[in-house]
């Protein structure tokens, strides 16, 4: 579950905290390094931010920093790829609906590096290497991310524009944040 409710209530700097407690913990989860790849929060950021190396499946990312202590550490971790990103993504959104996970597939597939195009194929692609968690992404898609009216899109709005300040025209912004997700839950399930 997510800690916040909206965008707006989410402290400046946590990223930079979750980032220092990555760098904390990395070093003594040597022995499983290879089994592990980040998801989550700091995935969606690793993956929406330019000068990621794509590969398919886990990419790579550089994490530096001070670690809680405050020593500055640097290290390369494996970040999930966008595609099982978001089946991880819609399968935690059919069990909790939070607006944070509606907002992390806006967030994943409109501002991935390579593209939303190739964030949606990554994710249809998925189907074809049998990812167990796809029928239930896709059934999340159709249930909550078809309709402006649907919870996903609702949610992913909420989150975005709720405590904001200084939102000229909330009414519009909301209903193009909506008409987003909406377009981005059709794409991803091939329709258009």
Known sequence: ?????????????????????????????????????????????????????????????????????????????????????????????????????????LLGVSRYVDGPEAAIASFQAEAAAKNRGYGRAAETLRRHFFEAGQSGPLRSAAFALEGQTGIEDFRTRQSQIVEQVVTIGRALIGER
Request: hydrophobic residues 45%.
């Open 1 to 105: 579950m997510s800690k916040f409710a909206s965008f707006a209530e989410y402290p400046p700097r946590s990223l930079a905290g979750a980032e220092a407690a990555l760098l904390t913990a990395w070093a003594s989860l040597e022995r499983f390094q290879d089994e592990l790849v980040l998801v989550g929060g700091l995935a969606v950021k690793c993956l929406t931010k330019p000068g990621v190396g794509l590969l398919p499946g886990p990419v790579t990312t550089v994490v530096e920093g001070k670690d809680l202590f405050g020593v500055a550490q640097k290290t390369t971790v494996p970040v999930s790829g966008i595609g099982a990103l978001l089946v991880l993504k819609l399968n935690a959104f059919a069990g909790r609906q939070q607006p944070k996970d509606a907002y992390d597939i």
